[in-house]
């Protein structure tokens, strides 16, 4: 199971920052896959084709994935990604992408003063950037007999559910994502309402 739950950007969100002469345009933007990350930044790549450097770094998943990177674009290694990546990691945060475009302004500001720059840059977008809660969810399949749908329909209204869709055949199949906090307790007591009489599927 994954995080059970974890802090997402609401939104996309945007700001500005301005040092030395250069400036420094943070974004941020809900991802829960790589392939969604790196499609927002091509997308900052295409509007920003005059931009200096379109540094950036995500955590595609919950805070605890290992699916994450982070780019320099060209910036001396160590002075943009990584202080952006440590940034987010420090934040809690999970299925964000985070981008800086740089607009050099013509001032050098030297390794330290990348690093510090980049870091604020991402800093201060997180602190206004719109988050919400993201509840881990695991997908189940529940084949049962006719006799148990009140008694799954009552035990389903205790536990915290979404994306539900019942087909009734030969048998009743119902198909729903329950929290992974729950996944548990609510495995053992569907199987204890049908006296075991019950099929339950999940995804490989």
């Known amino acids: 199971?994954?995080?059970?739950?974890?802090?997402?950007?609401?939104?996309?969100?945007?700001?500005?920052?301005?040092?030395?002469?250069?400036?420094?345009?943070?974004?941020?933007?809900?991802?829960?896959?790589?392939?969604?990350?790196?499609?927002?930044?091509?997308?900052?790549?295409?509007?920003?084709?005059?931009?200096?450097?379109?540094?950036?770094a995500y955590i595609a998943g919950p805070p605890n994935t290992t699916?994450?990177?982070?780019?320099?674009?060209?910036?001396?290694?160590?002075?943009?990604?990584?202080?952006?990546?440590?940034?987010?990691?420090?934040?809690?945060?999970?299925?964000?992408?985070?981008?800086?475009?740089?607009?050099f302004g013509g001032t050098k500001l030297g390794t330290g003063g990348l690093q510090r720059a980049y870091s604020e840059a991402v800093s201060a977008l997180l602190k206004e950037l719109p988050t919400r809660l993201k509840v881990s969810r695991s997908a189940l399949t529940l084949v049962f007999d006719y006799e148990y749908d009140g008694s799954i329909g009552r035990l389903i209204n205790r536990y915290d559910v979404a994306d539900m869709q019942a087909n009734y055949d030969q048998q009743v199949t119902v198909t729903l994502a329950i929290a992974d906090s729950e996944f548990k307790a609510f495995y053992d007591e569907v199987i204890d309402v049908c006296s075991g009489r019950v099929v339950i599927e999940t995804p490989d």
């Open 67 to 103: 699916v994450r990177s982070m780019s320099d674009d060209g910036e001396p290694s160590g002075t943009a990604g990584m202080p952006m990546l440590k940034v987010l990691q420090h934040s809690g945060l999970g299925d964000v992408v985070v981008a800086v475009v740089r607009y």
């Open 1 to 56: 199971m994954s995080t059970t739950s974890y802090a997402v950007p609401e939104q996309s969100w945007q700001i500005e920052l301005e040092i030395k002469r250069s400036k420094f345009l943070s974004f941020a933007a809900n991802v829960s896959h790589r392939q969604d990350a790196e499609a927002f930044i091509r997308l900052l790549r295409e509007q920003h084709p005059q931009a200096s450097h379109v540094c950036w």
